[in-house]
């Protein structure tokens, strides 16, 4: 029998999911393209670069044929913007997600409902003050397996640390805006944010569900309780009568 899985991504599902994202390497051997499930990759021709799944990136980088460019929002001049916009900024919300780098028409469009990991938000071109879907785990990822193309690696490292701290204490304190039955706003938390307080959140919403539960329950007893009296002195006033 199997047993019952937890609700949602885990970790390691969400760091599986993010080797798909495409990053820009630069080659240092030619390949020819290769027919993957996702279409085919473009041909390596050094040094010309080119977009790459990750888990291919990392395949290449293993094997010295490749370097990997690490994306503009992981070097430190723009996580220390984006860690100052998330402690002085807007000390209460998250930082935005990146825009949607399709245009979007009136006119439907197949890119109109494309989502991460299929959106290139971790190669050369994308946007440098924002944080993506996937922006902890691919910065773990990246630090580890090529940290040698990571410019002040030690420095990008503190600085996810910090973003992941100031990001986690602000998600916890979010709960209590659940606390008189209100919204709670998830625009700009990564994936695996939400995998990680994903349990620790559902947790509170269920407590908050009981002892809402239990406060309804008194309030009904207590009407119960009034309305009993009530009943009873009206019937010695008419005794008394």
């Given at each position: 029998m199997a047993l019952p899985l937890p609700p949602g991504l885990t970790p390691a599902e969400v760091a599986f999911l993010c080797e798909m994202e495409m990053v820009t390497v630069v080659p240092r051997l030619r390949l020819d393209s290769l027919s993957l499930l996702g279409g085919p990759t473009q041909a390596l021709n050094p040094p010309r670069r080119a977009p790459l799944p990750l888990w291919l990136a990392l395949l290449l980088k293993r094997q010295r044929r490749a370097n990997i460019v690490p994306p503009p929002w992981l070097l430190p001049n723009s996580l220390e913007k984006i860690l100052r916009y998330e402690t002085e900024t807007s000390p209460e919300t998250f930082s935005p997600p990146p825009p949607h780098p399709y245009p979007i028409n009136s006119t439907p469009s197949t890119t109109d409902h494309i989502s991460p990991p299929f959106l290139p938000s971790s190669t050369a071109e994308?946007?440098?003050?924002?944080?993506?879907?996937?922006?902890?785990?691919?910065?773990?990822?990246?630090?580890e397996a090529c940290s040698d193309d990571i410019p002040d690696p030690g420095r990008v490292r503190t600085l996810l640390r910090d973003l992941r701290e100031v990001r986690m204490a602000k998600m916890r304190?979010?709960?209590?805006?659940?606390?008189?039955?209100?919204?709670?706003?998830?625009?700009?938390?990564?994936?695996?944010?939400?995998?990680?307080?994903?349990?620790?959140?559902?947790?509170?919403m269920d407590g908050l569900r009981k002892l809402g539960a239990s406060r309804e329950q008194a309030r009904r007893d207590r009407e119960e309780e009034g309305g009993a009296e009530g009943d009873g002195s009206g019937d010695d006033e008419m005794d008394f009568e």
């Amino acid at each position: 029998m199997a047993l019952p899985l937890p609700p949602g991504l885990t970790p390691a599902e969400v760091a599986f999911l993010c080797e798909m994202e495409m990053v820009t390497v630069v080659p240092r051997l030619r390949l020819d393209s290769l027919s993957l499930l996702g279409g085919p990759t473009q041909a390596l021709n050094p040094p010309r670069r080119a977009p790459l799944p990750l888990w291919l990136a990392l395949l290449l980088k293993r094997q010295r044929r490749a370097n990997i460019v690490p994306p503009p929002w992981l070097l430190p001049n723009s996580l220390e913007k984006i860690l100052r916009y998330e402690t002085e900024t807007s000390p209460e919300t998250f930082s935005p997600p990146p825009p949607h780098p399709y245009p979007i028409n009136s006119t439907p469009s197949t890119t109109d409902h494309i989502s991460p990991p299929f959106l290139p938000s971790s190669t050369a071109e994308s946007p440098p003050d924002y944080l993506p879907y996937h922006w902890m785990e691919m910065g773990e990822i990246l630090l580890e397996a090529c940290s040698d193309d990571i410019p002040d690696p030690g420095r990008v490292r503190t600085l996810l640390r910090d973003l992941r701290e100031v990001r986690m204490a602000k998600m916890r304190a979010s709960t209590k805006q659940l606390e008189g039955g209100g919204v709670n706003s998830l625009m700009g938390v990564g994936a695996m944010e939400l995998a990680e307080g994903r349990q620790f959140i559902v947790g509170v919403m269920d407590g908050l569900r009981k002892l809402g539960a239990s406060r309804e329950q008194a309030r009904r007893d207590r009407e119960e309780e009034g309305g009993a009296e009530g009943d009873g002195s009206g019937d010695d006033e008419m005794d008394f009568e």
